[in-house]
């Protein structure tokens, strides 16, 4: 024994087996192991098809508590990104997903557990649409011009994106400026993806990506739609009125024939022996070179409303009688305090609203010389009445000079 520890060797291996010893007790002392869990460790999703499937909300994010066991100074220094948490997206499919997450910790590290052991996922699939794309035209053309309906190359763009948020989309549209514009107005433009409230929505991919849109301008006119009204209702019934929708159509053509242009006909309508109202779709006649400017419109609604006639009685004084054509220096004075009584006739349902504010008379005294003469008494009533009797017919006027008059005064 004296002699083992004599020898330099042993000294050595003892100062080696005392190190040890030494390293141990200030590593179980000093840097003992301890237990750690590393809270909020963020999961990745690896092997996603990303052609095929998307998380159905985007915002997701998954994360893990990880419980590690190791030396005081490694554990205690671990940051969530130091450990690696993954979950395999490959053969899942649409709905939700339960997985398994898989974790790696660093080197001497020992890994306890895992908290959640599973995360659930839930996908959707990618889907692709054929969608028309919407002009939405601005500004004014110039006077005289309209633009006419817009064309779009390619009429449909393809929209692609999880389910839910390609069938959120309510519209595809792009705008175009006509300001001014008197000839056809052609654009390359982008397009906005919009969802029901007005939304740009960014997780949706488009093929292509612009539309070349083309707005025709043309040049137009406002006219007047005439009823072509044939024959009438028989004895005793009358046309209290015509209505016609649309009262006004817009129509296109050449320059010229539009300027000269006023109104266009319908078809004749034949109300021939009717005795109640007629009511009828017709075609519209379109002189050669003119067309309706738009295209839903190609007829017009026409109604005739057919009454019993019915008849009344106004009573209106001489004064209200108005005297036209008289000479220059004359002075015409009528009959005083005589009533004359109209027979007026209308549509049963308005005949009690006839008034003589309605009724314009007169008589015309031109040619006529000083003296007393008669005259005839003329009636013009607001339509749909008629004036069909006057009593008297005629009514005595005085005419005189005016210069002898005031010689005389």
């Known amino acids: 024994m004296h002699r083992f520890f004599a020898n330099d060797t042993a000294v050595k291996v003892l100062s080696i087996i005392v190190a040890i010893v030494m390293w141990l007790y200030v590593m179980n002392e000093q840097n003992p192991q301890v237990t750690y869990i590393v809270r909020d460790v963020p999961v990745k999703l690896s092997n996603l098809d990303e052609d095929k499937f998307a998380l159905k909300d985007e915002s997701s994010q998954f994360t893990v508590n990880v419980k590690v066991r190791g030396r ?18 490959r053969g899942r499919m649409e709905g939700d997903n339960l997985i398994r997450v898989d974790v790696v910790v660093p080197p001497n590290i020992e890994l306890i557990d ?52 390609v069938n959120s989309i309510k519209k595809i549209s792009t705008t175009i400026d006509i300001s001014d514009k008197d000839s056809a107005v052609t654009s390359t433009l982008p397009f906005m993806v919009l969802d029901g409230q007005g939304n740009e929505q960014k997780r949706i991919t488009f093929r292509p990506d612009v539309v070349e849109v083309t707005v ?25 009125d015509v209505r016609i929708d649309p009262p006004s159509i817009t129509v296109t053509g050449s320059a010229d024939i539009l300027n000269n242009l006023q109104s266009i006909s319908t078809e004749p309508i034949n109300i021939q022996g009717e005795v109640s109202t007629v009511s009828v779709d017709v075609n519209l006649l379109l002189p050669k070179g003119i067309t309706i400017f738009d295209e839903e419109v190609q007829s017009a609604r026409v109604t005739v409303e057919i009454e019993k006639l019915a008849t009344t009685t106004l009573n209106i004084k001489s004064d209200k009688i108005a005297v036209e054509g008289a000479n220059s220096g004359l002075n015409a004075e009528l009959e005083h305090d005589r009533d004359v009584i109209l027979t007026v006739s209308g549509p049963e349902s308005i005949i009690d609203k006839a008034n003589e504010n309605m009724v314009k008379l007169n008589v015309d005294i031109t040619g006529l010389t000083e003296g007393e003469h008669f005259v005839k008494i003329r009636a013009d009533v607001s339509r749909p009445y008629r004036v069909i009797k006057i009593e008297p017919s005629e009514i005595h006027v005085t005419i005189s000079n005016l210069l002898q008059q005031k010689g005389g005064n």
């Open 72 to 89: 005081r100074s490694l554990v205690t220094d671990l940051k969530p990104n130091d450990i690696s948490a993954e979950v395999s997206m």
């Open 114 to 165: 895992v908290l959640p052991r599973e995360i659930m996922v839930t996908l959707e699939a990618v889907i692709e649409e054929q969608r028309p794309v919407t002009v939405e035209i601005v500004g004014t053309p110039a006077q005289g011009f309209a633009a006419g309906k817009p064309q779009v190359k390619p009429q449909e763009v393809v929209i692609k994106g999880p389910r839910s948020i």
């Open 216 to 240: 025709p301008i043309v040049p137009v006119s406002n006219v007047q739609v005439l009823p072509n009204i044939r024959g009438n209702p028989p004895e005793g019934y009358i046309i209290r």
